[in-house]
């Protein structure tokens, strides 16, 4: 019999918004000293968390980047805490092999991503004249993790609070500069959140929603698909991953109730 903890949550769903990405520069520039001959870019290839979003160490322990085949040790691997990114310089564009490997306690197995680097500008005349101006190519997407039937243990953690703690420690260093990062919720995160109806714990089938919860797995969809359409606004994102966070939290204290109640 496997350990209590290991067991699965049957009908649940966790989800996780986070970005991958490329950011690219025209070379010479000063992050990128003394490139070899003949490459032309500086780039960083990354996997990150939304700005303000939960810590993703939480359930991402491990990437591996595999660069094209002219790159020397070709594979690159970060471990956690990160930061997850490879910064290279180089001619070319191609696609990046992406591994993500997650925390023991889940039980999940790697999965794979791709990024196909863009060094080169992109989008409108005018999207195109700012990035020669600055001289920045910024290529990011809004990805999304499920697990589906978490362990308990990982379950747990992904519920906790305490994955809001590193945006705290952002918010003491960097009093007037890195704004952006800076948690508001001084409190709970989820404090201002409206109350939802939460009707069963095993009340709908594989979307981690209790049946009759306002929020469905279809209008996340649809919010989702607007957040790519719309260019991926993250502060949607972040707003979308918090609610997220507090409908757990409810699941959790249910499950917790109906484990002791057994
Ligand atoms: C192209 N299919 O032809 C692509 C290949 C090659 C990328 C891109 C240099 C590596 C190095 C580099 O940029 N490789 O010299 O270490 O455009």
New binding site residues.
Partial sequence: MPAPTSKRIRNTQLRRHFIIGNESYVLPHPLFPDP?DG?TKGWKVYVRPLPNGPDMTTWLKKVQLKL?H???NASRTIEAPGPFEVSET?????GVEIRLYFAPESGEKAVYREHYLVLAPYGTDEQKARQERENLVVSERLETIEFNEPTHDFFKTMVSEDQFEWLKVLEGRGKGRKKELVFHGETEPTAQLPERPIAAVHGDSGTGMAAGGAWSRLYERQVLGQLQQSGASLDQALEHERREMESRRRKMEELGMAVAAK
């Avoid at 180089?90 to 191609?94: A, L, P, S, T």
């Fill in positions: 070899p490459h094209h002219t790159y020397a180089g001619y070319g564009e191609f």
